[in-house]
């Protein structure tokens, strides 16, 4: 056992099939320990390269030291701001420096940024090396490191750069989560409730009854909702991978919420903060649609406000979110395609969401004209 860590708990197996190979998530208190096996066990005998950051590797490096030991690390700068195509040519160099062959194996220790840099990476290093997940972040173990989503930003958009590319295993030590600051532990969870918003009411009502548990690192509260999110993303991906249709529902928050992100230059929010403004303005512009029942779209916003403030948007112009979300990649044959949501637990794909519906959707959260 990696010292500091409890002992495994009986870890869940999800088995994710995609369009090249069927991989598992495998989530566990304390499964971190077996780490190197659980490698072993996925992936080819060749070289294990880390890639991590360096807030990442000061908190974790020990622990994933001591549990891969024969792996070589390959630091990235941290922070959205540099997930970028001059970051995964850092990658690159790395690996060609140190001599690695098809065979090299990258290791992704971190958040969701170190998950879709390296991914990519991993993607496209010699058309294709083996990619294995260990997410350190909430929003990492509930989202980014499943569904084989990879890529980077540009400045201007997010995620305009990537590649569909599943990983070879996914590790979740729900345990790596008790050294996550408070924001940054808050940012998972607006995309739990995500889940909950598109997929179960359940999910959505056990997020509300046992918020307090969570915020305390209670391990079978995380547990369990961990793997019921794994559960859902996992379902939606396997029925539709590349973003044809069902998939598209995952984009619930994130079409204002990704163009906040660019607007703001990927410094002043956490994704899952952009998110839950996202899913409120969402929320705001079903309601007056009436396709939600305003007592749904209160239920979402007071759950919102539970977790504790965001960052203000107060100086943003919703002029300059409207031209973000212009260019986004949901944009398709100049119609673009919004998440919204119907009831708890039910959402829908719409093409006809107009300009002054958002513009009065984010003069409502309190953007300025």
């Given at each position: 056992m990696v010292e500091g860590f409890l002992p495994p708990m009986k870890p869940t197996c999800i088995n994710i099939t995609s369009g090249t190979h069927t991989y598992p998530?495998?989530?566990?208190?304390?499964?971190?320990s077996r780490l190197s096996s659980l490698v072993d066990q996925t992936a080819p005998k060749g070289r294990r390269f880390i890639v991590s950051n360096s807030t990442i590797w000061r908190i974790h490096g020990q622990t994933i030291s001591a549990a891969l030991p024969d792996a070589e690390?390959?630091?990235i700068p941290d922070g959205e701001r540099f997930k970028t195509l001059d970051t995964v040519?850092?990658?690159?160099?790395?690996?060609?420096?140190?001599?690695?062959?098809?065979?090299?194996?990258?290791?992704?220790?971190?958040?969701?940024?170190v998950g879709d840099v390296a991914g990519f990476a991993g993607a496209t290093f010699l058309r294709g090396i083996t990619i294995f997940h260990v997410p350190t972040t909430l929003l990492g173990q509930v989202d980014s490191a499943i569904g084989g989503k990879v890529g980077v930003n540009h400045t201007l958009g997010k995620n305009l750069i990537g590649a569909f590319?599943?990983?070879?295993?996914?590790?979740?030590?729900?345990?790596?989560?008790?050294?996550?600051?408070?924001r940054e532990f808050r940012a998972g969870l607006y995309e739990i409730i995500k889940y909950g918003m598109i997929a179960s009411r359940d999910l959505f009502e056990r997020v509300e009854r046992e918020l307090s548990a969570l915020f305390n690192y209670d391990q079978p509260s995380l547990q369990t909702i961990i793997t019921e999110c794994c559960r859902i993303k996992g379902s939606i991906v396997e029925t539709d991978e590349r973003e044809a249709g069902l998939r598209r529902i995952l984009n619930f928050g994130h079409t204002i919420g990704h163009a906040i992100e660019a607007v703001t230059k990927y410094r002043r929010l956490k994704h899952g903060e952009a998110v839950g403004y996202g899913m409120l303005a969402a929320a705001d512009i079903a309601e007056r649609r009436r396709k939600l029942a305003p007592a749904a779209r209160k239920a979402l916003s007071a759950l919102i406000i539970?977790?504790?403030?965001?960052?203000?948007?107060a100086?943003?112009?919703?002029?300059q979110v409207i031209d973000a979300i212009n260019r986004d990649k949901k944009v398709r044959e100049g119609k673009l395609h919004f998440v919204l949501p119907s009831s708890i637990g039910v959402v829908t794909i719409v093409d006809d969401v107009t300009t002054r519906q958002i513009n009065a959707a984010l003069r409502r959260l309190g953007l300025r004209p």
């Open positions: 998530i495998h989530i566990a208190t304390g499964l971190i690390l390959i630091q040519s850092r990658i690159y160099e790395s690996l060609i420096r140190a001599g690695a062959d098809r065979q090299a194996v990258l290791v992704a220790v971190g958040g969701g940024i590319y599943p990983p070879t295993s996914v590790l979740i030590d729900p345990e790596l989560l008790t050294t996550l600051p408070r539970q977790l504790g403030p965001m960052p203000s948007v100086d943003l112009s919703s002029k």
